[in-house]
C-alpha cells in the first residue's frame, strides 16, 4: 500500500521567517509527486515533481525531490500571513491514476 | 474557464436521511475523483471515474456510500442512510488524461449529519 508521510504536523513562524516542509514515501512504481496548498476551502495546486534533483519554483516557493531516498521538500522564503495554510503531499503511481495524500503540515505564519 | 463545481456548499441533515452531493468537472476533463477529509483521517479517495465508468471503489466505505457519473459533466455520491460519522468535507477533482497528474478540486461541500 502507497504511503506519504509529512512533516511536521504543524509549524508556527513568523513572518520573513524561511520554511522547509518535508514529504516521503513510499509507493510502488512512483510517477509523480505533487504539492498542493490548502487554506479553508479546496486544495490548490502547487508544483508536480517526477524528475530527481531539479527544483521546480515559483516565487518565493520552490520544491525538489530525491528519487533515491524517497522524499521531496517544500521551502518557503520570506514567509508572509498569505502563506498560513495546509501543505499537502501527494504521489501518484504508474499502477493507476490515484493520488495518495500525506496528512498534511499546517503552517501559521504570524504577524 | 469555469473550475469544478460542487453543490451544495454546506448541508446539515440528520442520521437516516439521505444525502445528495453533486459535481461538475471541468469541461474535458475524463477523469473525476471523489474524496473525504476529515480532521482524524486527512483526505480520503473514495472512488474515481474515467470516461463516466468507476474504476477504483475501495476507498467507499460501506454500502451506504454508492456515486454515479451519468454523463461527462455530472456526478453524484449519495449517502443512503446517512450516520452522524460521515459528518465530512467531500471534494470532487478532475484532472485530464493529455495533461499529467494534476487534479483540480472543486470548493467542497461540508455535511454535518447530526
Known amino acids: 500500500e502507497d504511503k506519504v508521510v509529512q512533516s511536521p504536523l504543524s509549524l508556527v513562524v513568523h513572518e520573513g521567517d524561511t520554511v522547509t516542509l518535508n514529504c516521503s514515501y513510499e509507493?510502488?512504481?512512483?510517477?509523480?509527486l505533487l504539492w498542493y496548498k490548502q487554506e479553508k476551502k479546496a486544495p490548490t495546486f502547487l508544483f508536480m515533481l517526477t524528475s530527481s534533483g531539479i527544483e521546480k519554483k515559483s516565487g518565493r516557493l520552490s520544491s525538489i525531490l530525491d528519487k533515491k531516498e524517497l522524499f521531496s521538500i517544500l521551502n518557503i522564503t520570506a514567509t508572509q500571513t498569505g502563506d498560513s495554510a495546509v501543505y499537502l503531499c501527494?504521489?501518484?503511481?504508474?499502477?493507476?491514476?490515484?493520488?495518495?495524500f500525506g496528512g498534511g503540515t499546517r503552517l501559521m505564519v504570524k504577524p | 474557464d469555469a473550475g469544478v463545481i460542487q453543490s451544495p456548499r454546506h448541508e446539515v441533515t440528520e442520521m437516516g436521511q439521505e444525502v445528495t452531493l453533486r459535481c461538475k468537472p471541468i469541461s474535458g476533463h475524463d477523469y473525476l475523483f471523489w474524496y473525504r477529509q476529515t480532521m482524524m483521517r486527512g483526505l480520503e479517495l473514495l472512488i474515481y471515474?474515467?470516461?463516466?465508468?468507476?474504476?477504483?471503489d475501495s476507498g467507499m466505505p460501506e454500502d451506504r456510500f454508492s456515486a454515479k457519473m451519468p454523463n461527462a459533466s455530472f456526478s453524484t455520491l449519495k449517502i443512503q442512510p446517512s450516520e452522524p460519522r460521515d459528518s465530512a468535507v467531500y471534494f470532487c477533482?478532475?484532472?485530464?488524461?493529455?495533461?499529467?497528474?494534476?487534479?483540480?478540486f472543486g470548493p467542497g461541500t461540508r455535511l454535518l449529519v447530526l
Open positions: 509507493v510502488t512504481n512512483f510517477r509523480s
Open positions: 501527494a504521489v501518484g503511481n504508474n499502477a493507476g491514476n490515484m493520488l495518495t
Open positions: 471515474f474515467n470516461n463516466n465508468v468507476p474504476i477504483d
Open positions: 477533482a478532475s484532472r485530464s488524461t493529455g495533461r499529467g497528474e494534476t487534479q483540480y
